[in-house]
């Protein structure tokens, strides 16, 4: 238990439909990243939120949002969705923007499939 | 980030030390060596990292060679629960919370 959990853990979506996400960090951690983990592959990097702001982005298109409240909290949006968005979505969290102590806390994931 | 090569699969036996090998010939001088590993559908888990120097921790030893172009994370004694994809990742410790997964190798610990 990481103390880092995700809603939903599983749902269907079809193509052209919206998605929200959410994720609730460890208490006390206020940075939070997310990840997409296709089937058979390493996560990949989608962005981090720290303070509210998104301060970090790997190679993903704009219908990838996010947000992140007051209590750190944080949501993933996806628009116009797609076959290939059909993943395991992974967030993270970690106290301060990761200064070398290493340790990630993932939660378990919510998996979505696009049909 | 420096890229890492690990074989994509190994076996041990239940008991034995897991001895896991990563290449990483490019790391430059500021770079870390991290290892998580993620069991079947659950989030990736933290292990270990380091520097230069060797490091244990309550679940494993990293070995980072003198001139750190590659490294060994050890499973002393390796369990059942302990199957799992192990990453090496290397980075810069200043990078926020962002991970450059590769492939890793996937550990079938046998009874």
């Known amino acids: 238990e990481t103390g880092v959990t995700q809603s939903p853990t599983h749902l269907i979506k079809t193509r052209g439909q919206q998605v929200t996400l959410r994720c609730s960090s460890q208490?006390?951690?206020?940075?939070v990243s997310w990840y997409q983990q296709a089937l058979g592959q390493g996560p990949q990097f989608i962005f981090q939120y720290y303070r509210e702001e998104e301060n970090g982005r790997g190679n993903f298109p704009p219908r990838f949002s996010g947000l992140q409240f007051p209590n750190y909290s944080s949501e993933l949006n996806v628009n116009a969705l797609e076959l290939d968005d059909s993943a395991l979505y992974l967030c993270a969290s970690s106290l301060g923007t990761f200064q070398g102590t290493g340790e990630l806390f993932f939660g378990e994931g919510s998996r979505l499939t696009v049909l | 980030d420096a890229k890492t090569t690990q074989p994509p699969s190994m076996d041990c036996a239940e008991g034995r030390a897991a001895n896991l090998p990563c290449n990483h010939s490019?790391?430059?001088?500021?770079?870390?060596v991290y290892w998580y590993r993620q069991i079947h559908s659950q989030g990736p888990q933290y292990i270990i990292h380091g520097l230069k120097n060797n490091e244990t921790n309550e679940m494993a030893s990293l070995i980072i060679t003198e001139d750190r172009k590659s490294s060994t994370l050890i499973l002393p004694h390796a369990t059942l629960r302990d199957t799992a994809v192990y990453y090496c990742i290397v980075r810069v410790g200043n990078a926020g919370n962002m991970l450059t997964f590769g492939g890793g190798t996937r550990l079938m610990v046998k009874p």
């Open positions: 490019t790391i430059s001088g500021n770079e870390y």
């Open positions: 208490s006390g951690h206020n940075t």
